[in-house]
């Protein structure tokens, strides 16, 4: 037992942290050709992150949303299907969870309408996601297809709405016609950390408490007013239902089994068609609920489509792979990348170094660590021929199943 | 309105641009057929052509030689499709992943490049569109109707489309195309007669983004004459999405970015004319009448069963 | 095993290829300037004086800019940082306020007058992380430079009120909400649409003129408002082409867009955002003439640029900074209006003489106020 656990350790963190590494080791290169000293920006990069109090939040409040449409997305490649448009969905669940704050924030308490607003993103986005699944279930249409056509559609109909019924009439009266949102009433916004903190009577910063140093900071981010709000913790307990779902429900066991292999589901006596559709829905709920989150928790309105999907539908896939398609695992890769990209720009601002270094350093970060599968895979195989009892399980989070789901396609 | 614009001259300008705007689409897409019959999706389509296209706009901008520039596009094609292939094949990557991170370090490398080589948008002469003059006076592109469509376009869209039969006859007529079907339906029993699995699927990718490399070019040094950091905007991901339209068949993915080009053009065209449409619905159409075309069933997609599923012998 | 070597060794030497194409030219184009300057700010240089150049090409600007350049007042040393959504390079929104921050650290001198910038910051998330971030290390404005960064700047500015924020386009200042050092600004783009609106229907000889846009709404919509309104009040008959790509980036539809107006038989072209390098590109190959809007886009197509509003930040700019060093932190609204010189044409020497004349004539009318800009309902 004891064995085994150290081998995930290396499987799982070791080998991805080479990888990271390689991939900075390249990044080195690039910036010492720019004239940058890479390690001045490599270490503003991490403090960027995880060094200071806004820094940390910052962190934490991008892992959010993709730790979000990092579930959704998990849940639809253990399922057998590939979301790419966790991006419309996000956009048509921020959309709708707009359109009740503005509508009906001012008549309900503000825990109902967050409610409301939180289940009616999900829902838009489960309907935006359900679509694609039914396309494929009931059509055959590739769903790769389908949800990079939603997402280009569910940015038109953003603009389309904010241009029109949904634009805040304060824009109008100015003449200047930008095509954003009323702000929601203040009552739907979910509560900051520091909110929480006040309403438990902790009001102290670090210096008071006498808590100082690095900890003071962790102390002061939970404590202290920064955008950081409590979708944060909404998203880990959501992390932790979908595991309990995936692994303890016997839907969920249907959907990893038709992941798994769809034949064999279907000589079970499985509706394969129906768990498409379902593993789809859920996945666009999530990203749903990302979009819902940001609103309700961050933004406030709904501006600019793009802006507020921000790349998340596709940095979300990266999460959930690097998670290793697991809920638990989620949650730290949605830091860890969080990190990354708010560090990215601090980088950028530190040393002036262009903002789109960043972007190729993440990409080999990517290309480098699904490498590392590889190795990790031949360690594996190599213990399963020295002890054949320990098969792999569908409690395994090895490697993501949608490799064989397509074969049987 | 636009009454000297005739019916006809309308139509003949919808077919004029679908054929042309169908460019980037059909070299991209081709490309990634090949790719795709090998069992090996390639994602990073995009942030190929993105690389494509700065570094032949770059070497046309120094040189002013654009066949050159075309290499140019052609050997980072080659090197970004290497790139992918190691990642892919060799370490049996999850592709779709791989794919995003190609993409990324494309978008990433060609705008630090264009800021660092040369840092404001300027524009080139590119290859310009041929007018196949008999004579003096004569020019084909001067035949009514015919003329104006078929014969004043760019020489990268017409080999875009001499591309396609090009295709069908690779994969369909040369042993090399066999071998990358084989390994990209059975690459088991493809092994078990010689074939290696391996080196056909490198050889696929490797061609597949060559072309991307010039549907960046065709681009940069073609239909816009400019770079501008992110100008594929999207297209490299469509051209994936084309593959799977067309049902893997280079004619089917033609008739796929002649259709998702065509709508696009008819869509501006609306707008022009000033139908009372809003632009938002109109710019939607295109997407929106793909998503309908491919719900219809009149065929279904012959997807290479081993698509995305990397080959190691013995070990699977 | 070998193979993988092999292979591992191969990926190192790739990357090192493309690493090896960037670095050697860098360091071709500037050979000493390796220590300070970043790359990009030489080439930034240049492109200033290439505006200056071509403001050169007329005498009204030109007496325009020297008026303006007594006009520079003294000030303290000032830290300023811009956050925006596209790059410094977009020949649109972002690089006219760069440049026009770049035209002062020129005057002041890089002592006086610090500048610092964050590109791409489309993510609003990110954008306010490096607004707080500005604000902390001590910057004296911090502007964010699009309108979707309103709400977390009303977030962050109540906790640095010694710091002045500005934001645009837009006319919220945040006063209801209690914050008191924002500036909103506001480019008034029906404005100098409207002259570019009078200018092309001098211009065209068809009767039909092309717009490329990329959404319906904000500073493009009123642009285009402006330039309809102006075209018709010239000329009725004249045939007024709009089309929008419906985003900022889609530099191929906005091509597309420009060959489909061409087709339709315009003979001048205009548009905005950075995706119309696309649809200038087009115009350079036919020759066509093309007018353009925020930065000087003549880059992209020398020949056929024949007209730019460009947004000259600079009088807005040393409003902010003056009102932040007498203390007065926010909380008013600047226009870039023709009378303010905000906007500033820039006209090809080659222009027929009626139609600048014209334009002129528009721009004084506009001033005066004795032309009142009244668009048209578009869907």
Same mark, same amino acid.
């Given at each position: 037992?004891?064995?085994?656990w150290?081998?995930?350790?290396i499987?799982?963190?070791?080998?991805?942290?080479?990888?990271? +590494?390689?991939?900075?080791?390249?990044?080195?290169?690039?910036?010492?050709l720019?004239?940058?000293n890479?390690?001045e920006?490599y270490?503003s990069? %991490?403090t960027?992150?995880?060094g200071?109090?806004?820094?940390?939040?910052?962190?934490?409040v991008k892992?959010?949303?993709?730790?979000?449409?990092?579930?959704g997305?998990a849940?639809a490649?253990?399922?057998?299907?590939i979301?790419?448009?966790? /991006?419309?969905?996000?956009?048509?669940g921020?959309?709708?969870?707009? @359109?009740?704050?503005?509508?009906l924030?001012?008549?309900?308490?503000?825990?109902?309408?967050?409610?409301?607003?939180?289940?009616?993103?999900?829902?838009?986005?489960?309907?935006w996601?359900g679509?694609?699944?039914?396309?494929?279930?009931k059509?055959d249409v590739? /769903?790769?297809?389908?949800t990079v056509?939603?997402?280009a559609?569910?940015?038109q109909?953003?603009?389309?709405?904010?241009?029109g019924?949904?634009?805040?009439?304060?824009?109008?009266?100015?003449?200047?016609?930008?095509?954003?949102s009323?702000?929601?009433?203040?009552?739907?916004?979910?509560?900051?950390?520091?909110d929480?903190a006040?309403m438990?009577?902790?009001t102290?910063g670090?210096?008071e408490?006498?808590?100082g140093?690095?900890l003071? /900071?962790i102390?002061?981010? +939970?404590?202290?007013?920064?955008?950081?709000h409590?979708?944060?913790?909404?998203?880990?307990?959501?992390?932790?239902?979908?595991?309990?779902f995936? @692994?303890?429900?016997?839907i969920?066991?249907?959907?990893?089994?038709?992941?798994?292999?769809?034949?064999?589901? !279907?000589?079970?006596?499985?509706?394969?068609?129906?768990?498409?559709?379902?593993s789809?829905?859920?996945?666009?709920?999530?990203?749903?609920l990302?979009?819902?989150?940001?609103?309700?928790?961050?933004?406030?309105?709904m501006?600019?489509p793009?802006? %507020?999907?921000?790349?998340?539908?596709?940095?979300g896939?990266?999460?959930?792979?690097?998670?290793?398609?697991?809920?638990l695992?989620?949650?730290?890769?949605s830091?860890?990348?969080?990190? +990354?990209?708010?560090g990215g720009?601090?980088?950028?601002?530190?040393?002036?170094?262009?903002?789109?270094?960043?972007?190729?350093?993440?990409?080999?970060?990517?290309l480098?660590?699904?490498?590392t599968?590889?190795?990790v895979?031949r360690?594996?195989? !190599?213990r399963?021929?020295?002890?054949?009892?320990?098969?792999?399980?569908?409690?395994?989070?090895a490697?993501?199943?949608?490799?064989?789901?397509?074969?049987?396609? | 309105?636009?009454?000297?614009?005739?019916?006809i001259?309308?139509?003949l300008?919808?077919?004029?641009?679908?054929i042309?705007?169908?460019?980037?689409?059909?070299f991209?897409?081709?490309?990634?057929?090949?790719?795709?019959?090998?069992?090996?999706?390639?994602?990073?389509?995009?942030?190929?052509?993105?690389?494509?296209?700065?570094f032949?706009?770059?070497?046309?901008?120094e040189?002013?030689n654009?066949w050159?520039?075309?290499?140019?596009?052609?050997?980072?094609?080659?090197?970004?499709?290497?790139?992918?292939a190691?990642?892919?094949?060799?370490?049996?990557?999850?592709?779709?992943?791989?794919?995003?991170?190609?993409y990324?370090?494309?978008?990433?490398?060609?705008?630090?490049?264009?800021?660092?080589? $040369?840092?404001?948008?300027?524009g $080139?002469t590119?290859?310009?569109e041929?007018?196949f003059?008999?004579?003096?006076?004569?020019?084909?592109?001067?035949?009514?109707v015919?003329g104006e469509?078929?014969?004043?376009?760019?020489?990268?869209?017409?080999?875009?489309?001499?591309?396609?039969p090009?295709s069908?006859w690779?994969?369909?007529?040369?042993?090399?195309?066999?071998?990358?079907?084989?390994?990209?339906?059975?690459?088991?029993?493809?092994?078990?007669?010689?074939?290696?699995?391996?080196?056909?699927?490198?050889a696929?990718?490797?061609l597949?983004?060559a072309?991307a490399?010039i549907?960046?070019?065709s681009?940069?040094?073609s239909?816009?004459?400019?770079?501008?950091?992110?100008m594929?905007?999207?297209?490299?991901?469509i051209?994936v999405?084309?593959?799977?339209?067309?049902?893997?068949?280079?004619?089917?993915?033609?008739?796929?970015?002649?259709l998702?080009?065509?709508?696009?053009?008819?869509?501006l065209?609306?707008q022009?004319?000033g139908?009372?449409?809003?632009?938002? $619905?109109?710019?939607?159409?295109?997407?929106?009448?793909?998503?309908?075309?491919?719900a219809?069933?009149?065929?279904?997609?012959?997807?290479?069963?081993?698509?995305?599923?990397?080959?190691?012998?013995?070990e699977? | 095993?070998?193979?993988k070597w092999?292979?591992?060794?191969?990926?190192?030497?790739?990357?090192?290829?493309?690493?090896?194409?960037?670095?050697?030219?860098?360091?071709?184009?500037e050979?000493?300037?390796e220590?300070?300057t =970043?790359?990009?700010?030489t080439?930034?240089? *240049?492109a200033?004086?290439?505006?200056?150049?071509?403001?050169?090409?007329?005498?009204?600007?030109?007496?325009?800019?020297?008026?303006?350049d007594?006009?520079?007042p003294?000030?303290e040393?000032?830290?300023?940082?811009l956050?925006?959504?596209?790059?410094?390079?977009?020949?649109?929104?972002?690089?006219s306020?760069?440049?026009?921050?770049?035209q002062?650290?020129?005057?002041?001198?890089a002592?006086?007058?610090?500048?610092?910038f964050t590109?791409?910051?489309?993510?609003?998330?990110?954008?306010a992380?490096?607004i707080?971030?500005?604000?902390?290390?001590?910057? &004296?404005?911090?502007?964010?430079?699009?309108?979707?960064?309103?709400?977390?700047?009303f977030?962050?500015?109540?906790?640095?009120? *010694?710091t002045?924020?500005?934001?645009?386009?837009?006319?919220?200042?945040?006063?209801?909400?209690?914050?008191?050092n924002?500036f909103?600004y506001?480019?008034?783009?029906?404005?100098?649409?409207y002259?570019?609106?009078?200018l092309?229907?001098?211009?065209?000889?068809a009767?039909?003129?092309?717009?490329v846009?990329?959404?319906?709404?904000?500073?493009a919509?009123l642009h285009?408002?402006?330039f309809?309104?102006?075209?018709?009040?010239?000329?009725?008959?004249?045939?007024?082409?709009?089309?929008f790509t419906?985003?900022?980036g889609?530099?191929?539809?906005?091509?597309?867009?420009?060959?489909?107006?061409?087709q339709?038989g315009?003979?001048v072209?205009?548009?905005?955002s950075?995706?119309?390098?696309?649809?200038?590109?087009?115009? &350079? *190959?036919?020759?066509? =003439?093309?007018?353009?809007?925020?930065?000087?886009?003549?880059?992209?197509?020398?020949?056929?640029?024949?007209s730019t509003?460009?947004?000259?930040?600079? =009088?807005?700019?040393?409003?902010m900074?003056?009102?932040n060093?007498?203390g *007065?932190?926010?909380?008013?609204?600047?226009?870039?209006?023709l009378?303010?010189?905000?906007?500033?044409?820039?006209?090809?020497?080659d222009?027929?003489?009626?139609a600048?004349?014209?334009a002129?004539a528009a721009?004084?009318?506009?001033?005066?106020?004795?032309?009142?800009?009244?668009a048209d309902p578009?869907?």
């Amino acid at each position: 037992m004891n064995r085994r656990w150290s081998d995930r350790l290396i499987d799982n963190l070791l080998y991805p942290l080479a990888a990271v +590494l390689l991939a900075f080791l390249f990044g080195a290169v690039i910036l010492l050709l720019q004239g940058v000293n890479p390690l001045e920006a490599y270490s503003s990069m %991490v403090t960027g992150a995880f060094g200071s109090k806004n820094g940390l939040a910052d962190t934490l409040v991008k892992a959010v949303p993709l730790m979000l449409v990092g579930l959704g997305i998990a849940i639809a490649f253990r399922g057998g299907v590939i979301n790419i448009g966790a /991006e419309g969905q996000l956009i048509v669940g921020a959309l709708f969870t707009t @359109w009740i704050g503005v509508q009906l924030g001012e008549q309900l308490p503000g825990a109902i309408a967050i409610i409301l607003g939180l289940v009616g993103g999900a829902l838009a986005g489960g309907v935006w996601g359900g679509i694609s699944g039914y396309l494929k279930a009931k059509m055959d249409v590739n /769903e790769i297809l389908s949800t990079v056509m939603l997402n280009a559609i569910a940015i038109q109909i953003a603009f389309l709405l904010l241009r029109g019924p949904m634009i805040d009439p304060a824009e109008l009266a100015a003449g200047t016609n930008i095509p954003h949102s009323a702000r929601l009433p203040k009552t739907t916004d979910m509560p900051r950390f520091t909110d929480l903190a006040q309403m438990l009577g902790i009001t102290g910063g670090a210096d008071e408490v006498g808590i100082g140093g690095y900890l003071g /900071e962790i102390y002061n981010v +939970l404590v202290q007013p920064s955008r950081l709000h409590s979708g944060f913790i909404f998203a880990v307990i959501m992390a932790i239902l979908v595991y309990i779902f995936l @692994w303890r429900t016997t839907i969920g066991y249907r959907i990893r089994a038709v992941g798994l292999n769809r034949h064999a589901s !279907r000589y079970a006596g499985m509706n394969v068609p129906r768990t498409i559709v379902l593993s789809m829905t859920l996945s666009g709920m999530f990203a749903g609920l990302a979009g819902a989150v940001e609103i309700l928790g961050l933004h406030h309105r709904m501006f600019e489509p793009t802006a %507020v999907s921000a790349g998340y539908g596709f940095t979300g896939i990266v999460v959930a792979l690097f998670g290793k398609l697991h809920p638990l695992g989620i949650i730290p890769s949605s830091i860890l990348f969080g990190g +990354l990209l708010v560090g990215g720009d601090k980088m950028q601002r530190a040393m002036q170094v262009p903002q789109v270094l960043t972007v190729a350093i993440v990409g080999l970060i990517i290309l480098f660590v699904v490498s590392t599968d590889y190795l990790v895979r031949r360690r594996q195989n !190599r213990r399963l021929s020295a002890e054949p009892d320990s098969l792999t399980t569908p409690d395994e989070p090895a490697s993501p199943s949608i490799t064989s789901a397509e074969v049987s396609a | 309105m636009n009454g000297e614009l005739t019916t006809i001259a309308i139509i003949l300008g919808i077919i004029h641009q679908g054929i042309r705007l169908a460019t980037p689409y059909l070299f991209a897409a081709l490309g990634e057929t090949f790719s795709q019959r090998s069992g090996v999706l390639n994602l990073g389509v995009e942030g190929i052509m993105l690389m494509g296209a700065f570094f032949s706009f770059y070497v046309a901008s120094e040189t002013g030689n654009l066949w050159l520039a075309l290499l140019a596009a052609i050997i980072i094609g080659v090197l970004m499709g290497l790139f992918m292939a190691v990642v892919s094949i060799t370490f049996q990557a999850e592709q779709g992943i791989s794919g995003i991170g190609l993409y990324l370090f494309g978008l990433g490398m060609s705008s630090l490049l264009f800021k660092t080589m $040369i840092g404001s948008v300027t524009g $080139i002469t590119g290859f310009s569109e041929l007018q196949f003059c008999v004579t003096d006076s004569f020019c084909l592109a001067d035949i009514p109707v015919l003329g104006e469509i078929f014969f004043s376009h760019s020489i990268l869209t017409y080999g875009a489309f001499l591309l396609v039969p090009i295709s069908v006859w690779l994969l369909k007529r040369t042993t090399w195309g066999l071998k990358v079907r084989s390994v990209g339906q059975n690459p088991e029993a493809a092994d078990s007669v010689g074939v290696s699995v391996n080196r056909a699927r490198y050889a696929a990718v490797i061609l597949g983004s060559a072309l991307a490399g010039i549907a960046g070019a065709s681009l940069s040094i073609s239909l816009l004459n400019v770079f501008q950091e992110n100008m594929i905007n999207g297209i490299g991901f469509i051209a994936v999405a084309l593959v799977y339209f067309g049902g893997w068949s280079p004619v089917g993915v033609m008739f796929g970015a002649l259709l998702f080009s065509t709508i696009s053009a008819l869509q501006l065209w609306g707008q022009v004319l000033g139908l009372n449409i809003s632009s938002n $619905i109109s710019v939607m159409l295109p997407y929106i009448l793909t998503i309908v075309a491919l719900a219809i069933p009149f065929r279904r997609a012959a997807q290479p069963a081993a698509l995305t599923k990397p080959f190691s012998r013995g070990e699977n | 095993m070998k193979k993988k070597w092999l292979l591992g060794i191969l990926i190192l030497v790739l990357g090192l290829l493309l690493v090896a194409c960037g670095g050697d030219t860098a360091s071709d184009e500037e050979p000493a300037a390796e220590a300070d300057t =970043p790359a990009a700010e030489t080439t930034e240089d *240049e492109a200033v004086a290439d505006s200056a150049e071509s403001e050169t090409m007329d005498d009204e600007t030109m007496d325009d800019e020297a008026m303006m350049d007594g006009d520079y007042p003294d000030i303290e040393p000032v830290r300023i940082a811009l956050v925006m959504p596209s790059t410094t390079t977009d020949l649109a929104w972002s690089q006219s306020m760069y440049d026009s921050l770049k035209q002062l650290q020129d005057h002041y001198g890089a002592d006086n007058f610090e500048i610092a910038f964050t590109e791409n910051m489309f993510n609003v998330t990110d954008a306010a992380a490096a607004i707080r971030d500005y604000a902390e290390s001590g910057y &004296n404005l911090v502007i964010a430079h699009g309108a979707q960064y309103g709400t977390s700047l009303f977030e962050i500015a109540p906790d640095f009120p *010694e710091t002045s924020f500005a934001w645009g386009t837009t006319t919220n200042t945040g006063e209801e909400e209690g914050v008191t050092n924002v500036f909103a600004y506001e480019p008034r783009a029906e404005q100098g649409g409207y002259v570019q609106g009078v200018l092309a229907a001098h211009m065209t000889e068809a009767g039909i003129i092309g717009l490329v846009g990329p959404v319906d709404a904000g500073d493009a919509k009123l642009h285009v408002d402006g330039f309809t309104a102006g075209v018709r009040d010239t000329d009725p008959d004249i045939q007024m082409n709009i089309s929008f790509t419906g985003s900022f980036g889609d530099t191929a539809l906005a091509a597309e867009a420009a060959n489909t107006h061409l087709q339709a038989g315009a003979d001048v072209l205009t548009g905005s955002s950075q995706q119309v390098v696309g649809a200038i590109g087009v115009a &350079n *190959e036919a020759k066509v =003439p093309w007018l353009g809007i925020q930065a000087d886009q003549s880059p992209a197509g020398e020949d056929v640029v024949v007209s730019t509003i460009l947004y000259d930040w600079v =009088p807005t700019l040393l409003e902010m900074i003056t009102s932040n060093q007498a203390g *007065e932190y926010g909380g008013r609204v600047l226009q870039l209006t023709l009378a303010n010189h905000g906007q500033v044409f820039l006209y090809d020497e080659d222009l027929p003489a009626d139609a600048v004349e014209a334009a002129l004539a528009a721009e004084q009318g506009i001033i005066d106020g004795t032309i009142e800009i009244v668009a048209d309902p578009r869907n």
